[in-house]
């Protein structure tokens, strides 16, 4: 799933937004801290804290508080397991596996 798709699916109606967020995880292996985000990204307190809580429950960010503020880190593979499992039709899924396994006993057989 592309980033542009991923906005999309987050925030159907302002996907910028969330792509101002997740760009500025850009090159932060230290992870960011919301005063930094909201100076990247010129969102308002309010506004990024909604955005923090829709990423954290798809769990795409995961928060440490290890240190005084709080620093916000991406979690992609986390995402990718999620979006697979919610949006993929499991039954589908199965029977697709199920045909490609079949036809390929055939064709060795």
């Not at 090159?27 to 990247?40: F, P, S, Y």
Request: contains cysteine.
């Amino acid at each position: 799933m592309a980033l542009v798709d991923l906005c999309r699916f987050l925030a159907p109606r302002r996907p910028q937004n969330v792509r101002q967020i997740l760009d500025a995880f850009y090159l932060q292996d230290d992870g960011v801290t919301k005063a930094e985000l909201m100076r990247q990204t010129g969102l308002k307190q309010r506004t990024l804290e909604y955005y923090i809580t829709k990423l954290r429950r798809w769990k795409i960010i995961r928060t440490s508080r290890r240190h005084s503020p709080a620093r916000y880190f991406l979690e992609p593979k986390s995402f990718h397991v999620r979006l697979d499992s919610m949006l993929v039709d499991p039954l589908r899924y199965f029977t697709i596996k199920l045909w490609q396994s079949g036809e390929r006993a055939e064709a060795v057989a």
